[in-house]
């Protein structure tokens, strides 16, 4: 298996759920990003996971909670999320230290929160 | 601020002519542009990246984009275009400064339709 695998790729869950997003990447890279994609916005960066930092975006709400066990995986959990939330979450990774290293994208979860 | 715009929605184009989606850019130092592609139900794709040197940056697909320092714009190109370049196209510029990883800026992106 190659590349971004994010799970589930789509979810529906209400206000008052806990759920988490999981992402993997097989492409031996030791960074890792969320960002989250709505309708007619710019990508908005939502967290980013190396071995040398970790940056996390102060407009995003604490309800989004973001996991990095290792350099391999990242999970985003969720808890008493609003309907401005569903949006596509989508998971990069790439190779910190380069800085013309691209971004690497999985498909994305489609959240809907109802 | 740092900030990236894509100053059209949607560009429409016939099949066979060439095509160009506009980019623009406002960073402080020297700009690390991007573009990606985005089909429907999947994650961005990257297409070509400008760094430093010649201007004109080829890419995947027949894709290249023209760096225009004078005006910050990175737009991007193709001399004939297909069905199948129908999607949804990002600009991105990376924040300059510190810091081992690219944090991208992106664009609220074009959407190219090809008719055949």
């Known amino acids: 298996e190659t590349g971004v695998t994010q799970t589930p790729r789509h979810l529906v869950m209400g206000m008052t759920n806990k759920k988490s997003l999981k992402c993997e990447q097989h492409?031996?890279?030791?960074?890792m990003y969320w960002y989250k994609q709505s309708a007619k916005k710019p990508l908005e960066l939502m967290f980013v996971?190396?071995?040398?930092?970790?940056?996390e975006n102060n407009s995003v709400p604490s309800r989004f909670s973001p996991e990095c066990p290792n350099s391999s995986h990242l999970f985003l959990h969720l808890h008493t999320l609003q309907p401005e939330d569903s949006a596509l979450y989508l998971c990069?990774?790439?190779?910190?230290?380069?800085?013309?290293?691209?971004?690497?994208f999985g498909n994305g979860t489609r959240l809907t929160v109802t | 601020a740092q900030s990236v715009a894509q100053p059209e929605d949607q560009v429409n184009v016939a099949e066979g002519n060439p095509l160009t989606v506009k980019c623009t850019y406002s960073?402080?130092?020297?700009?690390?542009l991007f573009w990606y592609v985005q089909y429907p139900n999947r994650g961005l794709q990257f297409l070509l990246k400008?760094?430093?040197?010649?201007?004109l940056v080829k890419g995947s697909y027949g894709f290249e984009a023209e760096f225009n320092k004078s005006q910050t714009s990175f737009h991007l190109k193709k001399p004939s275009a297909l069905v199948s370049d129908s999607a949804l196209y990002f600009c991105a510029v990376r924040l300059p400064g510190g810091g081992a990883t690219n944090k991208l800026i992106f664009g609220t992106g074009t959407l190219l339709a090809v008719q055949p």
């Open positions: 960073v402080s130092g020297n700009p690390y």
């Open positions: 996971y190396s071995l040398e930092e970790r940056v």
């Open positions: 492409l031996g890279h030791n960074a």
């Open positions: 400008y760094i430093t040197g010649d201007n």
């Open positions: 990069a990774s790439s190779q910190a230290g380069e800085r013309n290293s691209p971004l690497h």
